[in-house]
């Protein structure tokens, strides 16, 4: 029943083209890494931790205090 209904609907042309999609969005993102200067790599690492350097205690901040009220 479900072949009939792929066979039917085309549904076996969505799933090739989606795979195919997946292969060259797969091959660009891989190509893209291998080829990519270290310095920038590092760079791209440290964006997550930009805000953070300026708290190295424990201690909260006035943002963290305005939240609480």
Not at 1 to 27: D, H, K, N, P
Not at 30 to 50: G, K, W, Y
């Amino acid at each position: 029943m479900l072949q009939e209904l792929a066979a039917r609907s085309g549904g076996t042309a969505f799933a090739i083209a989606s795979m195919l999609f997946f292969i060259v969005v797969f091959a660009v993102i891989t190509v893209r890494v291998f080829r990519a200067r270290h310095d920038d790599m590092a760079a791209r690492a440290r964006l997550a931790l930009e805000g953070d350097h300026h708290r190295t205690s424990g201690a909260p901040t006035e943002a963290d205090e305005d939240t609480k009220a």
